[in-house]
């Protein structure tokens, strides 16, 4: 038997434990890639079960330095280093014109905005994953800049300048950010052949004829893309917007990891192919160092993962007019605590999402 079958019989081996477990309880590998950028699960599981993707990943996805200036980089919160728990600033990135790109993002102010903020954090015991959403019209302090909306940071400075932002609001250095092209979700749900998920609230895109019954519901190319984007069909804007995108993320994640995906090792190059484009990561995010962490969390399953949307204050209107979601001062000391010392479990055992 050559290496190519031997390789092949051992990912169907898997595949049929993956079916045995399907009916007890899913296990998710990889499940710290499953938030805003659910492609990012496509590129890790298709790491941690064909090797030999990652050359593929490494080729077509975008990797970048934060650069910051040395002023930026000494006024960054120092880690301890024996503090093992792991932050990454995943954002979901629009083109606001066919001249921008991802890199230039990473790099500094481009005409692009952010609609989609999530940190997530990864204890050091790896037993758990917590996915934080950051609505984007919350008003913070931008460093340089004053009082404004959170996704300002991105059209002001770009992704280094969020990480600051983000980094000043809870005193808490990020160590990777992967941003994701939302063009991607179009690619990745096409590649999936449709994603499955269960709507709670009937709505027709804004400006669009695309209409989304209450129930079950099939999202694939550019319905999938405006799925994951709508706000202005929902009272609540922005945090039904954040609830549907996470529905999006856990509903592709099981199927990116289902017993159908993982035999088939042409969908999951064809996934890897067509989606990786649409990444950016920090140059010290490679698909190594995702595999590797997929391994660390291979006993991780969907029932510790807990994904909620930041606490606000309401909402408000600024001085120079802008509708905005408050800060909520409380949060952030909680939440900035719970980070500090990697007890993100107590601040949600108190404070119960209210979604």
């Known amino acids: 038997m050559n290496s190519n079958d031997a390789n092949q019989d051992s990912l169907i081996s898997r595949s049929a434990q993956f079916g045995a477990a399907r009916r007890k309880k899913k296990r998710v590998r990889t499940i710290v890639l499953s938030t ?62 066919d001249d921008s790109d991802q890199s230039a993002a990473l790099d500094g102010a481009v005409s692009q905005r952010s609609d989609s903020m999530m940190l ?25 800049y004053g009082k404004n909306k959170l996704n300002a940071a991105v059209s002001l400075g770009g992704i280094p300048l969020l ?44 400006d669009t004829d695309y209409f989304y019954p209450k129930g079950e519901i099939n999202l694939e190319g550019d319905r999938a893309l405006r799925f994951v984007r709508e706000r202005k069909s929902f009272t609540n804007g922005d945090y039904q917007r954040v609830a549907n995108q996470r529905k999006f993320i856990a509903a592709a994640a099981n199927q990116m990891l289902s017993a159908d995906t993982l035999a088939n090792p042409v969908k999951l190059y064809d996934i890897v192919d067509k989606v990786s484009p ?37 909402s408000s209107t600024s001085a120079d007019g802008q509708s905005i979601e408050l800060a909520s001062e409380q949060a952030i000391q909680q939440i900035r605590e719970a980070l ?6 107590e601040y949600l055992n108190e404070n119960p999402p209210q979604e």
């Open 36 to 97: 805003l950028s659910v492609l990012l699960v496509a590129a890790l599981g298709a790491g941690y079960y064909l090797f030999n993707l990652q050359h593929a990943f490494n080729s077509k996805t975008n990797t970048v330095a934060l650069n910051f200036t040395q002023e930026q980089e000494d006024a960054r919160p120092v880690k301890d280093p024996d503090d093992g728990s792991m932050n990454i600033l995943l954002v979901g990135v629009d083109h606001a014109d």
């Open 120 to 144: 997530v954090h990864i204890p050091e015991d790896r037993s758990q994953i917590y996915i934080m959403s950051a609505v984007r019209d919350m008003y913070v302090d931008i460093p340089g």
């Open 163 to 206: 990480v600051q932002t983000m980094e000043g609001l809870f005193d808490t250095k990020v160590d990777h950010v992967a941003m994701i092209d939302f063009d991607g979700f179009k690619e990745l749900s096409t590649a999936l052949g449709g994603v499955t998920v269960q709507n709670d609230i009937p709505f027709t895109a804004h």
């Open 278 to 314: 649409y990444l950016t990561f920090d140059s010290s995010f490679d698909a190594a160092t995702l595999v590797g962490l997929g391994m660390q969390l291979k006993n991780v399953d969907t029932d510790n993962l807990a994904m909620f949307t930041m606490p606000t204050a309401g």
């Open 340 to 345: 500090k010392t990697d007890t993100m479990d």
